[in-house]
T-cell receptor, first 112, second 117 residues
Framework: QKEVEQDPGPLSVPEGAIVSLNCTYS??????FMWYRQYSRKGPELLMY????GNKEDGRFTAQVDKSSKYISLFIRDSQPSDSATYLC????????????FGTGTRLLVSP | SAVISQKPSRDICQRGTSLTIQCQVD?????MFWYRQQPGQSLTLIAT?????????ESGFVIDKFPISRPNLTFSTLTVSNMSPEDSSIYLC??????????????FGSGTQLSVL
């Protein structure tokens, strides 16, 4: 079993839809939770960063962490074609956040 | 904001040859990291490069295959040696934080797409 599981997609939605992206994990030591967006032929770009449990909102993006269920989510409201990308979850623990464990990424396609 | 530049952005190489990837940061950073992103796989940390000391390699990665240099606080190179088709991947340079940013973040360069024939 992988430490972090993420559905690879692709997930296809129409413009304006609410998108839910999710990851599950098995290591209860994880405390840092991040979402990266990666456009084709580009490096990952940090979108959201959450420490421990709870919600965090930034514009159209909301990150949720449920440590009791070992489940994290990224919600995108009013999705736009420019949101079409691969979304990677990443998490880290006491060994230092730089040794992050990444999900395989979910490819999102938002059609006009 | 600070910029991480990687080159080459892509290359096609022959089996048995070596390729050196360069990573330049426009701010001084303590820690630089090299990741590999294979098709359909998650990003995997290859090694941590600290200035003035040997790189620290993760399990499954060895210095003979992936020698790393870190001559100063803004530059690092990763060499992929004696390449085989299994080395075809995206290689990414990353840094921990930037001046003015929380260090609890990891930033990435745009990556090097390597194809080995």
């Amino acid at each position: 079993q992988k430490e972090v599981e993420q559905d690879p997609g692709p997930l296809s939605v129409p413009e304006g839809a609410i998108v839910s992206l999710n990851c599950t994990y098995s290591n209860s030591a994880f405390q840092y939770f991040m979402w990266y967006r990666q456009y084709s032929r580009k490096g990952p770009e940090l979108l959201m960063y959450t420490y421990s449990s709870g919600n965090k909102e930034d514009g159209r993006f909301t990150a949720q962490v449920d440590k009791s269920s070992k489940y994290i989510s990224l919600f995108i409201r009013d999705s736009q074609p420019s949101d079409s990308a691969t979304y990677l979850c990443a998490m880290g623990g006491n060994t230092g956040f730089q040794k992050l464990v990444f999900g395989t990424g979910t490819r999102l396609l938002v059609s006009p | 904001s600070a910029v991480i530049s990687q080159k080459p952005s892509r290359d096609i190489c022959q089996r048995g040859t070596s390729l050196t990837i360069q990573c330049q940061v426009d701010s001084q950073v303590t820690m630089m990291f090299w990741y590999r992103q294979q098709p359909g796989q998650s990003l995997t940390l290859i090694a941590t490069a600290n200035q003035g000391s040997e790189a620290t390699y993760e399990s499954g990665f060895v210095i003979d295959k992936f020698p790393i240099s870190r001559p100063n606080l803004t530059f690092s190179t990763l060499t992929v040696s004696n390449m085989s088709p299994e080395d075809s991947s995206i290689y990414l340079c990353s840094v921990e934080g930037f001046p003015g940013e929380s260090n609890e973040k990891l930033f990435f360069g745009s990556g090097t797409q390597l194809s080995v024939l």
